[in-house]
């Protein structure tokens, strides 16, 4: 395979306030990399589908942390609720018991933090704590929009279809790239609108789609990356790579998600959101070097 996009692309994100290692532009502070960047994981849930319990204390979350700095993630991505299928969802004082301390300890670090919520109360309170990004997996709605917009964080938008809880049982779609893409395209369009700096777009791999489904858009991913806004993959361990690969538990099917990460790199991500940092920064270096 040919690769159609150049594996030394720039890539950037403007936020309205400084981010550590952003440069001061004429309207704000932009970050940004060559080639395919990595979002660390950092779930602080006891129910996550694959690192659930893991980094229940503070210390735990912090050294999960340095971990996935020391092996290159560019972004740590916290989150407070878990949002696999099935997922019951957790109220906004829960989940900012469990991102906000977390956040403030991790705001004098010099690391691009992004919040991963669907709720706009815990976007503001994690923002006002030291994030940076807003991570939404429910595609930014108004709501967020303008948490973001008024705040100066960027946004990453994700198609979903339906809610956690039942997205899975039976995911629907006439034309699944044109829908999720068009949804994409339309979101980013109203994010700009409303005055949010710089948005990243996610397809969201198993958020009501079938492995037919996946396959299909990230077969078509160019048609995405092809445009200027920066695209974020996550396939990190998920349902489709077991399927895929005949891989039962979740934590062995890191090297299922790096080959879905390498090919969704070859075809233009701007950057991918990964448990294991180190596989995944090891094997993107290889594989520009030889593009
Ligand atoms: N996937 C998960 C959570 N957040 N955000 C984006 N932008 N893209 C994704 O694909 C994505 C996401 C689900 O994975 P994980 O955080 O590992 O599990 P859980 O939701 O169970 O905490």
Redesign the pocket.
């Known amino acids: 395979m040919t690769p159609s996009i150049d594996p030394e692309r720039r890539f950037s994100l403007n936020f309205g306030f400084p981010v550590p290692g952003a440069e001061r532009v004429p309207d704000g502070w932009q970050l940004s990399w060559r080639g395919c960047a990595v979002m660390g994981?950092l779930?602080v849930?006891p129910?996550?589908?694959?690192?659930?319990g893991q980094h229940a204390t503070l210390a735990a979350a912090l050294a999960q942390a340095r971990a996935l700095l020391e092996a290159g993630a560019l972004v740590l991505?916290i989150?407070g609720?878990?949002?696999?299928p099935g997922?019951e969802p957790v109220d906004a004082a829960t989940e900012l018991d469990r991102v906000l301390p977390i956040i403030r300890a991790l705001s004098g670090w010099n690391a691009v933090l992004s919040i991963?919520t669907l709720k706009p109360e815990v976007a503001r309170a994690a923002l006002d704590a030291g994030a940076h990004l807003v991570?939404d997996?429910s595609g930014l709605g108004a709501e967020m929009r303008q948490v973001c917009a008024s705040l100066g964080a960027a946004a990453?938008i994700?198609h979903m279809q339906g809610e956690p809880r039942s997205m899975q049982h039976r995911p629907q779609y006439g034309d699944v790239v044109a829908e999720v893409f068009g949804f994409l395209r339309e979101r980013a369009a109203q994010a700009r609108a409303a005055g949010v700096p710089s948005v990243l777009l996610?397809p969201?791999?198993?958020?009501g789609k079938t492995l037919a489904h996946n396959l299909a858009l990230l077969r078509a991913l160019e048609e995405l990356t092809r445009e200027p806004d920066p695209v974020?993959?996550?396939?990190?361990?998920?349902k489709f790579i077991g399927t895929l690969s005949g891989v039962d538990l979740p934590s062995e099917r890191d090297a299922g998600s790096l080959a879905a990460h390498l090919d969704a790199a070859r075809r233009g991500a701007a950057m991918v959101?990964v448990?294991d940092v180190s596989m995944t920064v090891q094997a993107l270096r290889v594989q520009a070097a030889v593009l």
């Open positions: 994981i779930n849930t129910d996550s589908f694959s690192d659930g991505d989150g609720e878990s949002t696999r997922a991963d991570n997996v990453c994700m996610d969201g791999f198993g958020f974020l993959i996550g396939a990190s361990r998920k959101r448990h």
